[in-house]
């Protein structure tokens, strides 16, 4: 058995282990340009999380109608890093409305400082863990679409277990899309690619849109560390599976 066919070690039907969060605690200082936008900007595009609130989705498109910007869609993106990928997909689909989950304050400031410099709005920031904005905040059938972009591969066979990509946690992500709905994942490391794709692929919710692999989406940009990974001539691997 290779490593990327190792089991995930949580059974299908047991629930969503909660010592397992869609972040990994990460070292990093707040420039100032970051924490100017936080306090500029950080007021209107970042919303708290609030169990009350069981549908963001259409709370936040409801709320953008009242105000003249109505959105035909809503992608979730689970741990956006320092947003460079979410500010550019955003700006290449204004008719959507981008939710994105980061914990880690450099990132959501460097994100809002994006979003100010290229004037993008439709982009709304829950600076929480996203394991419960989605248990807590997403209703089923809400979302259009879902993005994880390079989840922490936990290198070393007794870490596989915190892996993101697990099939409790896909199957609720699955839930949350509406009927064709996509959920769109990508890695650099090949032993979690394999594993994604079986778990994605054992989900009955789901259904995958190619073969294996997908080629790389038009509208995913490749990101400086990605550039150079594919220099030394390492892969990635994307995968877009659709809500039956």
Known sequence: MTEGDEPTGVPANTPYPRAVRSFVTR?????????????????RYVLAFDPNTPDLAAA??????????????????IGFGMGAATAHIAALQPETLFIGCEVHEPGVGALLKTMGEQGVENIRIV?????????????????????????????????HKRRLIQPPFVHELAAR???????????????????????????????????DYAPKPEYRPLTKFELRGLKLGHGVWDLVFRKR
């Open 127 to 159: 600076q929480h863990d996203a394991v419960e904005v989605l248990a807590k905040m997403i209703a089923p059938a809400s979302l259009d679409g879902i993005h994880i972009f390079f989840p922490d591969p936990w290198h070393k066979k007794r870490h």
């Open 27 to 43: 070292a990093g200082r707040t420039t100032t340009g970051q924490a100017r936008a936080l306090a500029d900007l950080g007021p």
């Open 177 to 211: 899309l509406k009927p064709g709905g996509y959920l769109h994942c990508a890695t650099d490391w090949q032993p979690y690619a394999e594993q994604m794709l079986a778990v994605l692929g054992e989900d009955p919710l789901l259904a995958n849109t190619a073969q």
């Open 60 to 77: 936040c498109t409801s709320k953008a109608s009242a105000e003249g910007k109505p959105y035909t869609r809503v992608v979730l993106e």
